[in-house]
């Protein structure tokens, strides 16, 4: 990184550091059925039980907001069966019978079952491909070391990661197209921050719509891939009214996250349960170089509208 860009992110730092949100709970161990539940909140209330579960979705039920599973043994806890489970509006709508999936179960007093971080399972295809773009990422960050940070003027790295209709999204997919990226969380509190952010991404897409930009590809990258799965990325676009015909939101494998905000130069870390981080927004050309980047909360669409290509 040159020095300039050390003082650009050590200023979004200093800008950005009121950020938070609280961690609803761990990342699941794979191998251990049992997820830790440890108690971020008040300890008179502690966090539900929570179970991994792998399986295969058998049927969706729309009307009572319901995945009917065939799940795997859970070592300890009950054995492989059909189940019916709750879930949120995105998961639901992302749902289709046959898929395997992984995630999390949650028991309830009243004897229902929630599931919740619901990702494609790795050894589908689609989990195949995405674990392997993330370890090629895991890869590319150590072998470039020290300058793992991408320039303006250099290409950005390949990647595979899900959308928020849960396909592959892999970065081959946006060469020939001028590509906008930013980095947000969905339970950003401070409106300032992401939200802000996916505002200023929103009007960005349609002031390039209106000028007659050819070619644009907007994609928001979430900084908290373990609670951001695509079901959550699916509710906040819908939610939010984004036409997402041009415009993504991603997610994938931690590492594969990590590596990107290292590469792309952003600062993403919890300290407790405090996500502190930057913002960063960039413009990628249809060769994949970076043409502009901004730092921090200080920038505008317009600013980035007028240098994309016009025909
Ligand atoms: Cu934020």
């Known amino acids: 990184m040159n020095s300039n860009g050390s003082v650009m992110l050590i200023t979004g730092m200093i800008l950005l ?32 039980e929570r179970y991994l ?34 879930v949120s509006d995105g998961d639901l ?10 995630a999390e ?8 079952f929630r599931l919740e971080k619901i990702w494609p399972d790795d050894r589908s295809i689609e989990g195949a491909a995405v674990a392997a773009g993330a370890l090629q990422l895991r890869q590319d960050t150590h072998t470039r070391g020290k300058n793992a940070y991408r320039e303006v003027g250099e290409t950005v790295p390949d990647f595979s990661l899900y959308d928020q209709s849960g396909r592959v999204v892999q970065s081959a997919r946006f060469r020939g197209k001028q590509l906008m990226v930013n980095f947000i969380f969905t339970r950003c509190p401070v409106a300032t921050m992401c939200p802000a952010s996916t505002a200023k991404m929103m009007t960005a897409q349609k002031l390039a719509r209106e000028a007659g930009v ?48 290292t590469q792309f130069g952003v600062i993403a870390q919890f300290q407790g349960d405090i996500l502190q981080h930057t913002l960063t927004t960039l413009l990628i050309d249809a060769a994949g170089k970076i043409s502009h980047r901004a730092d921090g909360s200080q920038w505008e669409a317009q600013e980035f509208v007028q240098k994309m290509r016009r025909p």
Not at 20 to 39: I, K
Not at 105 to 112: E, F
């Open 93 to 102: 709508a992302l749902a289709k019978p046959g898929q395997k999936i992984r």
């Open 17 to 48: 550091a009121a950020t938070a949100c609280s961690r609803s709970g761990d990342t699941p161990v794979p191998g251990s059925a049992r997820v830790a539940t440890t108690a971020t909140g008040k300890k008179a209330d502690p966090a539900p």
């Open 214 to 261: 050819p070619n644009l590809e907007l994609i928001s990258i979430t900084l908290d891939p373990s609670y951001d799965t695509p079901g959550v990325l699916k509710e906040f676009a819908d939610v939010r009214g984004i036409d997402t015909v041009n415009f993504s939101f991603l997610t994938g494998p931690e590492t594969a996250i990590k590596d990107l905000l």
């Open 105 to 112: 179960m949650i028991p309830s007093k009243d004897g229902d």
């Open 53 to 86: 579960i792998t399986g295969r979705v058998e049927r969706v039920d729309v009307p009572r907001k319901i995945l009917v599973v065939f799940h795997d043994e859970v070592k300890g806890y009950m054995p492989a069966m059909t189940m019916e489970f709750l």
